[in-house]
């Protein structure tokens, strides 16, 4: 199987304009195939502001009602993918950006109602990723891009979770290819001390991570990023890896951040 590395960019490098271009000088010079996820930052909200329309948030959720779903659309599949595309396109990497939509590659389904209705939120199911498309687009040297904006393939958009995107490419993608999934953010990696960038832990495999939650070492928002990342390992991605956006130049040394494995 050859290779193949999807990188999972967060938001606070989306952010800042010097951050996000020192970041894909680093992602266009990694050799191999690869694949981009993003999301949209701040510039959504900051966007749904000046037209008047007010961002709600539940526990660092988005609620996306119609308006909101109309400015997260132009957003994250419009500006900021087609920003990011051009960037890469400077750097000489063939970029190609994507919404779940193009090609059919991505389908989600609205997210149902309980105690909170999240609007047009879209969650992903295990055959939803159409791998045999993507993988055109790689055979073809592409580079794909991928916007946190998916269908439920009846003409309804919706916004899908960049991570959950990120981790379901990677699953699918894992029967045609040997996966490396990447989660690039502002931290050095999984932290024993998360007041010491230094303190990286380089390696945890999955009976160390239960290990680690009950000694409250890794905790709070961390624990399900940690969770989807297993759960992609047991169904067939390679490794996780979990590092500051600013190293990803070292990757492929293998010295970035924490590698999570079986």
């Known amino acids: 199987m050859s290779v193949l590395n999807i990188i999972k960019i967060g938001g606070n490098i989306i952010d800042d304009p ?13 050799q191999g195939r690869k ?18 329309i007010e961002a709600k948030m539940v526990e660092g959720r988005r609620i996306t009602d119609a308006p909101m779903l109309d400015v997260v659309t132009m957003v994250y599949a419009g500006l900021t993918n087609k920003n990011i595309v051009a960037n890469l396109q400077k750097l000489d990497c063939d970029a190609i950006g994507l919404c779940g939509a193009d090609g059919n590659v991505i389908k989600a389904v609205k997210r149902p109602v309980r105690e909170i209705d999240y609007g047009f939120a879209g969650d992903i199911l295990a055959d939803s990723v159409n791998s045999l498309a993507i993988k055109k687009l790689l055979e073809a040297e592409f580079t794909p891009v991928f916007s946190a904006i998916t269908h439920n393939g009846l003409g309804q958009l919706l ?9 379901s490419l990677a699953v699918a993608l894992s029967k045609l290819y040997e996966v490396s999934l990447i989660y690039c953010f502002e931290k050095n990696g999984v932290l ?7 303190s990286v832990i380089e390696t945890i495999r999955s009976g160390e991570f ?3 939650k009950d000694n409250k070492i890794i905790h709070d928002g961390m624990i399900p990023k940690l969770q989807n990342a297993f ?10 890896y979990i590092g500051n956006a600013n190293n990803l130049h070292l990757y492929q040394q293998r010295k970035f951040g924490t590698c999570l494995i079986a």
């Not at 949209?40 to 008047?52: F, M, S, Y």
């Not at 759960?231 to 996780?240: F, L, T």
């Open 231 to 240: 759960d992609a390992i047991a169904k067939g991605v390679s490794n996780v």
């Open 159 to 167: 916004n899908t979770n960049a991570d959950t995107i990120a981790s």
């Open 18 to 30: 010097e951050q996000l271009e020192a970041f894909l000088e680093k992602f266009s010079a990694l």
């Open 35 to 52: 694949i981009l996820v993003h999301g949209g930052g701040k510039i959504a909200t900051r966007i749904a502001a000046d037209l008047g």
């Open 210 to 212: 239960e290990q680690l």
């Open 192 to 198: 024993l001390d998360v007041d010491n960038e230094n």
